[in-house]
């Protein structure tokens, strides 16, 4: 089973850029899809993203579609999360998850990195 470790959270102002990674460790990362979700304080946790074991197709969240892409290096174990034109209401707990052999039955969690997007 892997384990997943994000980074790459920040504090940043309106319209910057920020670029969440998420590294798993273990050898079977290229059979997982990958998703990254966000939950804001009050709100339940969002899924924004979602992208297939190979990388051929992904899936967006309308809030984010347009700003941000998903993807990912099975080589290096990582899932990426790039995300453009930040907006205050960006700011969340951005977690990874990731689904042996594509099925959410046995999602995986990572900690999580905290996202804070100023005026």
């Known amino acids: 089973q892997v384990q997943l470790v994000e980074s790459g959270g920040g504090l940043v102002q309106a319209g910057d850029s920020l670029r969440p990674s998420c590294v798993a460790s273990?050898?079977?990362?290229?059979?997982?899809?990958a998703n990254w979700f966000r939950q804001a304080p009050g709100k339940e946790r969002e899924l924004l993203a979602a992208?297939?074991?190979?990388?051929?197709?992904?899936y967006y969240a309308g809030s984010v579609k347009g700003r941000f892409t998903i993807s990912r290096d099975n080589a290096k174990s990582t899932v990426y999360l790039q995300m453009n034109s930040l907006k205050p209401e960006d700011t969340a707990v951005y977690y990874c998850a990731a689904d042996p052999g594509g099925s959410s039955r046995y999602r995986i969690w990572g900690q999580g990195t905290q996202v804070t997007v100023s005026i």
């Open positions: 273990g050898r079977t990362f290229s059979s997982y899809a």
């Open positions: 992208i297939t074991t190979q990388g051929g197709s992904a």
